[in-house]
């Protein structure tokens, strides 16, 4: 898993290193400004660049990329929005008047006109709110209509969250460099882009600061997902684990398909029997019973809520506290939830999204939402796994563990239901709550369909779980 720290982790780290060790700040900012500069010539040798710079040392690392792609042949200019105020900052602009490079104050006759813009402007030691030049320079940088990428942190956004300014709300950055290591603001929203991570050594540090690198959160890779358990050629389905899906209409027919994927031997919806005639595209392998039917020595495991309705509570929430098997609670369950939030020491798990989390914790959605570390921290005391839908998708670990994924194409209706469907399959195969939520999580989220437009029954037909 790749570590994600605070920025006061990373200022510890990098003063480690200058004050403890000796390495010259000056040097690290060489170290990061040419890994950049590196990228961009490697993935867009012919870019033309303009980069805007702050006064600090965001805005130096800003002046070391220029010097580097103006000596590989790429045209480049400067904008300063701030002068140089630091030291590191100051050398760096100087060592780049030697190359030719125009460095122009931003002013109203300037326009983005490059291939690439890059913001250099404050990074991970930004506050908010901004200054109102501050402000106008992000509404400068949100005109370029070509690839935005910023070093660090976007201009605008709160490095250890997702709190913006007023002027960013529009913008989205293709690529964003973590100097250093990951931070909150990178998997807070998908305002970040794409995350290439910068190494410029700060790990030498371990064992001088080691309270600096215990990570506030996890990226997931694939690495660290588990396998999914296997059958042996002579089982029969009673020994491949039952899936009860306690859900209507289609929501029911999507978690069930969803099931099925995962190699679960029995899939069962739970409903009542006047709601049959409206399932439409139930696969003929998934059995029809009435609630009555319901047995914890038959069905390994229950899937509550999608689109089940908020009339018939009272059984939803009874299941919840007493089922003995392990329960997933989702949709209409998380609002019966969150009106009578009982916890159980039985194995759980829970699924909302933004609003749904809301109205668990009593907080408003942008509560949430600018807040999804804290939140999911706070989710991960009801259940023994709780998963925060969205862009990058947390699952309550130790420390919050971040699905590496912000696609638009999986907010589609149902996909949630599809997500709820393989986490029960798994639950019911005989994994634990912690694997069933990984595998599913990360399986979701690699089944986008690559052609198709997007749809859950196009999640299902892309999911491979082997």
């Known amino acids: 898993m790749i570590p994600v720290y605070s920025t006061e982790q990373i200022r510890q780290q990098d003063h480690c290193l200058i004050e403890q060790m000796g390495y010259p700040s000056a040097q690290l900012m ?64 100087d060592r780049l008047k030697s190359t030719g490079v125009t460095v122009d104050a931003l002013n109203a006759e300037l ?44 201009t605008g956004l709160n490095p250890n969250g997702a709190e913006i300014c007023s002027a960013l709300h529009t913008i989205r950055f293709d690529v964003t460099f973590a100097l250093g290591g990951r931070k909150p603001c990178h998997y807070a929203s998908s305002r970040c882009g794409q995350i290439v991570e910068i190494d410029i050594g700060l790990g030498l540090g371990l064992n001088h ?27 029969v389905k009673w020994n491949k684990g039952h899936l009860a899906i306690v859900a209507k209409r289609g929501a029911a ?14 899939v069962s919806v739970v409903m ?12 003929p392998e998934v059995q ?8 914890p020595n038959r069905h390994d495991a229950l899937v509550i809520g999608p689109a089940w309705g908020l009339n018939d509570t009272t059984w939803l929430l009874d299941l919840w506290v007493h089922y003995p098997n392990p329960v997933i609670a989702d949709a209409d369950a998380l609002h019966v939830l969150a009106k009578d939030l009982t916890r159980v020491n039985l194995p759980r798990v829970i699924t909302p ?30 259940a023994t796994v709780a998963l925060l839908k969205g862009p990058y998708t947390l699952v309550s670990s130790e420390v919050p563990l971040i699905t590496p994924v912000a696609d638009s194409r999986l907010g589609v209706a149902g996909s949630g239901d599809v997500l709820s469907g ?45």
């Open 253 to 266: 027919v999507l978690a069930a398909r969803a099931a099925l994927k995962t190699g679960v031997g029995l």
């Open 111 to 154: 326009f983005p006109s490059a291939d690439i813009l890059i913001d250099a402007i404050l990074g991970s030691g930004q506050r908010l709110p901004l200054s109102t030049s501050l402000n106008e320079a992000v509404i400068w940088m949100g005109t370029h209509t070509g690839l935005l990428f910023a070093i660090d942190v976007p």
């Open 30 to 93: 060489e170290l990061a400004g040419y890994a950049v500069a590196e990228w961009i010539h490697r993935n867009h040798p012919s870019a033309s660049v303009q980069i805007c710079c702050g006064g600090g040392n965001n805005g130096g690392d800003g002046y070391v990329i220029a010097r580097w792609l103006s000596l590989w042949g790429h045209s480049v200019q400067c904008v300063a929005v701030l002068k140089p105020k630091t030291v590191d900052c100051t050398l760096n602009a």
């Open 353 to 382: 999204h933004s609003a749904e989390a809301a109205a668990l914790l009593g907080l408003t959605r942008e509560q949430v939402e600018q807040n999804r570390f804290d939140t999911i921290n706070k989710l991960a005391t009801i």
């Open 209 to 235: 600061l080691p309270n600096a690198y215990q990570p506030m959160a996890q990226v997931i890779e694939e690495a660290d997902i588990p396998k999914p358990l296997t059958f042996h050629s002579d089982m």
């Open 288 to 295: 029809m019973i009435e609630p009555s039917s319901l047995n």
């Open 272 to 283: 009542p029997k006047s709601e049959w005639p409206h399932l439409h595209g139930l696969p």
């Open 422 to 466: 393989l986490i029960g399959g798994l639950l019911a195969i005989g994994h634990t709550p912690i694997d069933s939520a990984l595998i599913a999580v990360w399986k979701h989220s690699q089944a986008i369909p690559p052609t198709s437009k997007p749809s859950a029954s196009g999640l299902i037909q892309s999911l491979k779980l082997t």
